[in-house]
Nanobody
Framework: QVQLVESGGGLVQAGGSLRLSCAASGIIFSWYSMGWYRQAPGKQRELVATITSGGNTNYADSVKGRFTISRDNAKSTVYLQMNNLRPEDTAVYYC?????????WGQGTQVTVSS
């Protein structure tokens, strides 16, 4: 059974920082590309950042220079360091694991940034 469990969300003031974690089980973690997506109320889910099995990263333009995605294969965990948070970053953040036709999602963690 595949599980992706996010943690680290919460309420923070604008300009603050949070670090999200996503612990994976039931997959060979190092084989998978991992990603963070977010969905704000009334909006579609959007890509935030991804990291391939080889460590290549990709970011949405809106978070470049502020967010950093990383992975620890020994811990089967992917992280999202979020700095200089803005109210528009408020959303539910979801962890994703992808390899070929296999695609898994976590349950999401709420991030709220107050102005």
């Amino acid at each position: 059974q595949v599980q992706l469990v996010e943690s680290g969300g919460g309420l923070v003031q604008a300009g603050g920082s949070l670090r999200l974690s996503c612990a994976a089980s039931g997959i060979i973690f190092s084989w998978y590309s991992m990603g963070w997506y977010r969905q704000a109320p009334g909006k579609q889910r959007e890509l935030v950042a991804t990291i391939t099995s080889g460590g290549n990263t990709n970011y949405a333009d809106s978070v470049k220079g502020r967010f950093t995605i990383s992975r620890d294969n020994a811990k089967s965990t992917v992280y999202l360091q979020m700095n200089n948070l803005r109210p528009e970053d408020t959303a539910v953040y979801y962890c994703n694991a992808q390899r070929r036709s296999r695609d898994f999602w976590g349950q999401g963690t709420q991030v709220t940034v107050s102005s």
